[in-house]
């Protein structure tokens, strides 16, 4: 057009004034465009496919890396315990920097890829201080009512109804569920850092069907039950009333579920005085000390501390002591207690300690039902409070069944009184007790027997984690089942007049079983399985 000429003259003209040498020819065509055009993008082109095929080299030669279980895995536990360590720096910088107090001790990995545990730093002697936390640093039920989100949670009359409820920390579970979604929590170091609860309230039914336990499996779906109605009511409240401060996206039933069973089975007491309501909290770093059975339990106290500045209105410091003598590089344990059931240990701690079995217990009633299915749905409290007096005992690992339960037995079985008890009578109870036992432990999906020879040929990492527990759970019960099975057919023998030599029948399964009855809880009463004798089938 006549415009682009005079365009074109124009620029040619102010180009021959640069340069008197310049051709109007010079100037490159359209066409000329179009073919330095496609040349451009047949060079980047080029080079995109260089790089491809440079990157497919690369992943070929280390292949045989990365499809190697071992190094992937190995890799992988590198990176995990990377972000742990990381995660770790961050919050002793900020304990120290809040007012914290940590001499000789630190928090690292078991093994790689494992847990943490607390570790000693230097020689460290028994009931010297390794370190103090302010109660300002702590996840507790105090600072849930004074200084979170709670607190203004707490005029909502709604709210405020859970909150009142004892012994749950819902304001305690509510403060955690808020402060690690905020990132801008003072207390964001701590939740970054808290690991992912055990409790096997948390574990699939698959999983909680390898304990092979009716109690604990009755247990755990009353929790779970518990738990997902006080989310559809409390959660999803919050969720839809205070959208600012709780949404669905991060306040799952998954994540809400994490945090109550974090906050059930990883906190201290952290009561100030007596005579006051119980208050729980989670401590940092405390809460990095692993259990082991024996271990004097005078290791931590609640100070006042007049010079903490942190926290002048409520001036409470979590002191611990080393409850033994340690020597650098040595892990710091603690007990948490001796007298647990296995089955308490699992449903809480979610890890079957291999020291100690103490607490652990069976329970045998007697039901005058022929229809023991009608008890599926109740729960265990309910099925042993409907039980007369003298039809319900607990069995520990003596496998000793005590004489008023077997009396309760006979005259259940027989419709008689006890003084019409005949020696024959006796031996004929002990021996249907013994088969019915005996009958009980074949109906489980495997024998002790080959509990223990998996457990004893197989490594405990090849294993897994829950598989061992569940070996080492079930294999629990059924050596109690065992005992008491071998200690009917001792009592029988010796109730029978026919058998003259009464040493000969020794059995280590008949040694006295000692115990306080005082420090059971019903809860380690019901240790494992609640086995139901049903008169009218024998």
């Not at 920390?169 to 808290?194: A, V």
């Not at 088969?435 to 040929?457: A, G, P, S, V």
Request: aromatic share 12%.
């Amino acid at each position: 057009s006549f415009s682009h000429k005079n365009k074109m003259e124009e620029r040619v003209s102010l180009k021959s004034t640069q340069n008197d040498n310049f051709d109007i020819d010079d100037y490159p065509s359209p066409q000329t465009k179009k073919i330095n055009k496609i040349f451009h993008l047949g060079i980047i082109f080029g080079i995109i496919i260089i790089c491809c095929f440079l990157t497919l080299f690369v992943i070929s030669k280390s292949d045989h890396i990365i499809s190697d279980p071992q190094n992937s895995s190995h890799q992988n536990s590198f990176t995990e315990d990377h972000i742990k360590e990381q995660k770790y720096k961050r919050l002793v910088e900020w304990l120290l920097k809040s007012g914290a107090r940590i001499e000789g001790v630190e928090g690292k990995s078991m093994f790689a890829g494992g847990g943490r545990g607390l570790y000693a730093t230097k020689n460290l002697t028994e009931q010297e201080n390794a370190f103090s936390i302010p109660s300002s640093l702590w996840i507790s039920d105090r600072n849930a009512l004074r200084r979170s989100i709670v607190l203004y949670l707490s005029d909502d009359e709604f709210v405020k109804s859970y909150l009142d409820k004892p012994g749950d920390s819902w304001g305690l579970i509510l403060m955690l569920e808020y402060e690690q979604y905020n990132p801008f929590s003072f207390w964001k170091p701590y939740t970054d850092f808290i690991p992912k609860p055990a409790s096997a309230i948390g574990w699939s039914d698959a999983e909680i069907n390898e304990m092979q336990s009716d109690i604990l499996r009755i247990n755990v779906k009353e929790n779970q039950k518990y738990i997902e109605t006080t989310y559809n009511e409390l959660m999803v409240y919050l969720i839809e009333k205070y959208p600012h401060f709780y949404n669905s996206e991060n306040n799952t039933y998954e994540s809400f579920l994490a945090s109550t069973l974090t906050c059930w089975s990883r906190t201290f007491e952290t009561t100030p005085s007596s005579g006051l309501p119980m208050e729980r909290g989670l401590v940092p770093l405390g809460d990095l000390l692993n259990h082991h059975a024996g271990i004097p339990q005078t290791h931590w106290q609640m100070t006042l501390d007049t010079t903490n500045k942190c926290d002048t209105h409520d001036p409470l410091t979590f002191e611990f002591y080393a409850p033994q003598s340690k020597n650098a590089g040595e892990q710091i344990l603690v007990s948490y207690s001796d007298t647990r059931a296995t089955s308490d240990w699992v449903q809480w701690a979610g890890f079957v300690p291999l020291e100690s079995n103490y607490g652990d217990f069976i329970t045998l009633t007697i039901s005058e039902n022929n229809n023991t299915n009608e008890n599926i749905n109740k729960t265990a409290e309910e099925i042993l409070n409907q039980m007369p007096v003298n039809k319900t005992t607990w069995v520990g690992i003596d496998g000793l069944i005590p004489e008023p339960f077997i009396e309760e037995y006979i005259t259940s079985r027989y419709q008689i009184t006890p003084a019409e008890i005949s020696q024959g009578l006796l031996i004929e109870a002990l021996g249907e007790l013994a088969d019915y036992l005996r009958n009980f432990e074949k109906n489980l999906n495997t024998t002790l027997e080959q509990d223990l020879l998996e457990l004893d040929n197989q490594d405990k990492n090849k294993l897994g984690f829950k598989r061992f527990q569940a070996l080492t759970f079930r294999s629990r019960f059924k050596k109690i089942i065992r005992k008491i099975i071998d200690n009917l057919r001792i009592r029988a023998k010796r109730s029978d007049p026919k058998i003259e030599n009464l040493f000969d029948l020794k059995d280590e399964n008949s040694i006295v079983y000692n115990f306080d009855d005082n420090e059971w809880s019903f809860s380690s009463k019901i240790g494992y399985s609640l086995v139901i004798i049903s008169i009218n089938q024998i």
